[in-house]
């Protein structure tokens, strides 16, 4: 299972058939805290189409809980699988304390440009 994940804002939103602040995109890491180390990797890009079957949480509503659901949802089996390895391949790496002594740093990161307009802070974060 894929350890910690976060959501990067801002969030990409459109208006799908009338309905505003719709969630269609976000960039998610996972973070992962050992006692040595905190390891944080450049998940990816995540796309939602939204549902108007499906409940509505509005944009203002959303916690970070709820979005990671998202993602964890749109993963694939395969995908789970091969951020899983990854994740554990990046630990063993790390917790190797011979090649990077007792304590370090890690960041694998890329920052999240968004490519056009329609980005919103997450609401979380003005919460916190």
Known sequence: MIGNIKIVSPLKTETVNGVANVVTQV???????????????????????????????????LDEATVVGWVQSSLSADEVDFWTSFEQRELAYYDDTERHGASRQVTAFATYTPQDNGVQAAPWESQE
Request: charged share 15%.
């Open 27 to 61: 960039n998610w890491y996972i973070h992962t805290v050992t006692d040595n180390y905190e390891l944080t990797l450049n998940g990816g890009v995540a796309n939602f189409a939204y549902d108007p079957d499906a409940p509505f949480v509005q944009f203002a509503d």
